[in-house]
């Protein structure tokens, strides 16, 4: 029997339906990736005929999918700010909401000089990257506590023609000694322990150090808010991704570490994504004598 790619891709969307929320495009990339072409060519050959190895292949995928397993870690790459990225179960599959993170980064960073940026928690540095990359004159630092993550960040640096990014391993500041940056910006783990039956199915196959934070999704973050200020130069600035109900206590944290400025962004669903503060010249003073 001969099956054309129209075909396998609908039944892909079919199985997936129940699924995913996006079955046609999941099937899509699943078909994509076992051809190894484009989207642009499932589109323009609808009619070609696939080899009879290639539509077992296809099938294995779509079941794995439907289990819940993420697109990335089944073709190993995901798009992040239209850059390619390698992912395993060991890094966070980079989302489309963190872009918001990168955009307010780089409402704050110079474009024609020289300046220090600090990416926690890198994973699999979609987030240094994508800043490296739209600011060539930007000094970048990422830490990350998993070795195995850095290990896929620089692949992905180095991919990506950011090689001169420094990936430090350790937790949180630890690595960074006493050094002060002018941006630091974090996509921590935001979610409560007790959400793990509440959240999105394909977390199940996500590093659980990326994604769960004490019983509020807030224990890392308020260590976060905590130490920030004494590695940030005057009016140096910490943005921060976060829960869809997290913008009010992250915002207070951060008023009683000394930020100023503070404001809330929403990503294109219109959640409250990303909080950003600017540390005062006073707090400033006081954490050069903590």
């Keep these: 029997m001969i099956t054309t790619l129209n075909t396998l891709l609908q039944q892909g969307q079919q199985q997936l339906a129940g699924s995913s929320e996006s079955p046609r495009l999941d099937a899509e990339v699943l078909l994509g990736h076992i051809l190894q072409v484009s989207r642009a060519h499932l589109y323009a050959n609808p009619e070609r005929e696939i080899a009879a190895l290639q539509v077992t292949e296809f099938e294995q995928l779509i079941n794995e999918r439907h289990a819940g ?149 807030l224990e890392d973050i308020r260590l976060i808010i905590q130490d920030a200020p004494k590695h940030l130069v005057p009016r140096g600035r910490l943005l921060l991704e976060h829960g869809f109900d997290q913008a009010i206590t992250i915002t207070d944290l951060m008023l009683k570490a000394g930020f100023t400025e503070i404001s809330t962004h929403q990503d294109l669903a219109g959640i409250p994504r990303v909080t950003q503060g600017c540390l005062g010249d006073n707090r400033y003073r006081k954490s050069l004598h903590a």
Excluded at 127 to 143: D, M, Q, S
Excluded at 148 to 155: D, N, S
Excluded at 169 to 196: H, K, L, M
């Design 69 to 217: 397993h993420p697109v990335a870690h089944l073709t190993g790459e995901r798009e992040f700010w239209s850059l390619p990225f390698y992912v395993t179960p060991d890094v966070l599959s980079p989302r489309p909401e963190t872009e918001l993170l990168v955009e307010q980064a780089l409402s704050h960073l110079p474009t024609d000089q020289p300046c220090e940026l600090l990416d926690l928690a890198c994973g699999s540095g979609a987030i240094a990257v994508a800043l490296a990359t739209e600011r060539p004159r930007c000094n970048v630092t990422a830490t990350d506590n998993s070795n195995a993550a850095l290990v896929i960040a620089r692949e992905n640096a180095a991919a990506n023609d950011c090689a001169r990014i420094k990936f430090m391993e350790g937790s949180w500041f630890t690595p960074i000694g006493n050094q002060c940056f002018d941006i630091i910006v974090c996509n921590p783990p935001y979610v409560a322990t007790g959400q793990q039956e509440l959240t999105d199915p394909e977390l199940a196959y996500e590093p659980p150090q990326a994604l769960y934070s004490g019983i509020d999704g």
